[in-house]
């Protein structure tokens, strides 16, 4: 029987997939990949930038398809069988990899097109593919000697594997935690959702009574609305303890292996640790300007981070007499605490932000920017009966994309919330071929008597995410690597936290907070308090991000040789930006997936980088109308549909007029 992952398909063919197909479609494709190569490295011809550059960009491209689907449901539908696989595959693909990178033959031909490149009369996005290949090229070890060849594919090949079983073990440890309650009087203060959530969860376990985890829509209540502080103290420090307990599913010594591997990778190529060869490809460029602006943001963010944990801190000895906050007390008293001062709460909200009525109203910004529209569609192989498919359709009605949802938590999917995509967009043999697009998130699910209402911190989520996703939707290149979100980490957040100030404007919440019950549009007082609130508790938000950021960048741009005890060396990392007493048996780093499997080493500062980017971007919006169809056109044009074609500032300028200004985001934030 053919192996459907080995035919050529356009949608991913879920139901027809086997797991057992994998392993050998990993091997085919690989296989093929590398005659791919061959055909390239054999060529008797001089080498062009047709026969080598743009051979090579659209070479393995069944090996990517098949990859995307396979990582793809590591990480939203896994199962042992999945991860097994994963542990297999992983060092084969390394392998790969380093295959080509260190294929000598290879390189000469790229290096003789890019030493004539002066000559050759390219496109932006050609000069661009060239550049950028030829540095991959030499960033990941052409240059080396056989030797040290041979060390870096064994570096890549454990890193690989590390990174893997550093998610597998997070999302084991998030998994197996229940808070099982059958006293009603513990749960004094939990919203009503919250509780019908985890009655149907302990009915579901055959459970008497009631169910906490750690997925978030059901850990959130629990730290936000619980008044019993014992058990808000249990589940806090339940999640801190994730990965860090003296099981088989502890991560102190891989996240060690981790940072050792990739600071002898990053000496073995040349630089002085994994952060200068990562910022080298990044708009911040250096880890000192990284380092400088971090400490710039904490310089302006803590003073007013002190003045709110001290109104806090007040506000909690005057309400129970608690006069040292800990973790466990933040969200708490922090919704309290805005409550009072806001008449404001996500109880409050909730019922104004049903899941569908949000998502339809991110597509109603997209419209109105972009001129898109989104129709939902039956007919599209799924992975999980909850993933909901849509198509998407430029102004000229021609199609633009295929766009997946997936909304709530489940076994075997990880927290948190992604953007990832089925298919790249490209342009060949003059077909542009257009993108499968995906966003997943971990929202509160519907009950049995309430549909999926959000938390206004899920409806900027899904805003962010959907961001990301038109990144990807409205990409227009010619080469793969070079489409949608493939640009610098310290520009990809753009898109997406820009889409997040919309959820924050009149003229746009009209649009789509509706009450569930009555369709009443959301009213006025509640839509200033949002605006009012928006800067509530701002500063602690910014040092606990700025925290994450600087101890990234503890990990990676220094000598971590002589690091032996992970937690000691947090606390180090935490000092500048601690606000609450620190959990002796919590620790960060051993579940700090964004750094050790998520892509965001030495990166995640590009939060806070884009965040400047954002609010000037915005500010633009502002002036000439947040639906502004002439702006938005010029942001699609300028950032959206070019990807990683040319040097992210030069692309931002012409959207701008100029580059942005760094006082837009203090001035947002209330920090100036």
């Known amino acids: 029987m053919q192996n459907i992952l080995l035919t050529t398909f356009d949608e991913a063919p879920f139901s027809k997939i086997n ?3 994998f392993e050998p479609a ?8 590398k005659t791919e190569i061959e ?15 743009e051979r090579l960009s659209f070479s393995g491209m069944q090996l990517d398809r098949i990859s995307s689907v396979f990582f793809n449901l590591h990480s939203a539908e896994t199962n042992d069988e999945i991860q097994q696989i994963a542990q297999k595959t992983a060092p084969k693909l390394s392998a790969f990899n380093n295959d080509i990178i260190l294929n000598e033959k290879l390189f000469e031909r790229i290096k003789n097109v890019y030493e004539q490149r002066e000559k050759l009369n390219l496109t932006a996005e050609q000069q661009t593919l060239l550049k950028k290949t030829y540095r991959n090229f030499v960033r990941n070890g052409a240059l080396l000697n056989e030797t040290d060849k041979q060390k870096l594919r064994e570096i890549d090949a454990e890193l690989a594997v590390e990174s893997l079983k550093f998610a597998e073990n997070v999302l084991t440890e998030t998994q197996a935690y229940r808070l099982h309650i059958t006293d009603e009087k513990q749960l004094k203060g939990l919203p009503e959702g919250a509780l019908e959530a985890a009655e149907q969860l302990a009915r579901a376990e055959s459970k008497d009574g009631w169910l906490f985890t750690l997925d978030y829509p059901s850990y959130l209540p629990f730290v936000t609305y619980a008044e019993n ?7 806090v420090c339940a999640n801190g303890r994730k990965a860090f307990q003296q099981n088989q599913h502890n991560n102190e010594k891989i996240v060690l292996k981790i940072v050792q591997l990739r600071h002898q990778r990053a000496n073995l190529l040349g630089y002085k640790t994994h952060a200068d060869f990562v910022l080298e490809e990044r708009m911040a460029e250096n880890p000192e300007n990284v380092q400088r602006f971090l400490n710039e943001l904490l310089e302006k963010s803590k003073p007013a981070a002190e003045k709110e944990l001290k109104e806090l801190t007040d506000f909690a000895q005057q309400t129970d007499g608690i006069s040292q906050l800990q973790k466990w007390d933040s969200s708490y008293y922090a919704e309290k605490l805005k409550k009072q001062k806001f008449q404001l709460d996500d109880e409050l909200l909730k019922p104004y932000f049903e899941l569908n009525n949000v998502l339809n109203g991110a597509f109603e910004v997209a419209r109105r920017l972009y001129g898109i529209t989104f129709k939902q569609v039956n007919n599209v192989d799924v992975y999980h009966s909850e993933v909901q498919t849509y198509r998407v359709y430029d102004e000229d009605g021609s199609y633009l994309a295929l ?4 909304f709530f938590p489940r076994k075997g999917k990880r927290n948190g919330a992604w953007m990832t995509s089925f298919k790249s967009q490209y342009t060949k043999n003059g077909i542009n071929e257009r993108p499968h697009v995906s966003i997943v998130c971990n929202f509160t699910r519907p009950t049995t008597t309430k549909p999926s209402l959000l938390t206004f911190n899920e409806v900027t989520t899904l805003f962010h995410e959907f961001g990301h996703a038109l990144h990807g939707m409205l990409a227009d290149t010619v080469y793969p690597s070079l489409s949608g979100t493939s640009v610098y980490w310290d520009f990809v957040e753009l898109p997406s936290q820009i889409m997040e100030n919309w959820c924050y404007e009149e003229e746009a919440l009209k649009l789509f907070a509706k009450h569930y019950q009555t369709e009443e549009i959301i009213p006025m007082e509640y839509v200033n308090k949002i605006k009012e609130s928006a800067n509530f508790l701002e500063g602690l938000a910014t040092v606990r991000q700025l925290s994450f950021g600087l101890l990234d960048m503890g990990w990676h741009a220094q000598n971590p040789s002589e690091i032996s005890d992970l937690k000691t060396f947090e606390n180090r990392q935490f000092a500048s930006t601690q606000m609450y007493p620190d959990v002796k048996d919590n620790a960060m780093s051993p579940s700090f997936s964004h750094i ?5 080493s030495a990166g995640y500062y590009s939060y806070k980088w884009a965040e400047v980017l954002d609010a000037d971007a915005f500010a633009f919006f502002k002036e000439n109308g947040i639906f502004d169809r002439q702006t938005g ?4 044009d300028h950032i959206l549909s070019k990807g990683g074609t040319e040097n992210p500032m030069e692309l931002y300028k012409r959207f701008r007029g100029q580059e942005p200004n760094p006082e837009a985001l203090l001035e947002r934030a209330g920090l100036v």
Not at 229 to 235: M, P, V
Not at 633 to 636: E, I
């Open 19 to 21: 797991n057992s197909d």
């Open 633 to 636: 056109q010029l942001f699609r």
């Open 39 to 53: 055909e390239i490295t054999v060529n008797t011809e001089s080498p062009t930038f047709e026969n080598t550059l």
């Open 229 to 235: 502080r014992e058990l808000r103290e249990k589940i």
């Open 26 to 33: 990993f091997d085919e494709a690989i296989k093929l990949a």
């Open 596 to 600: 050790f499997n998520g892509g965001y």
């Open 403 to 406: 766009f997946y949802t997936d």
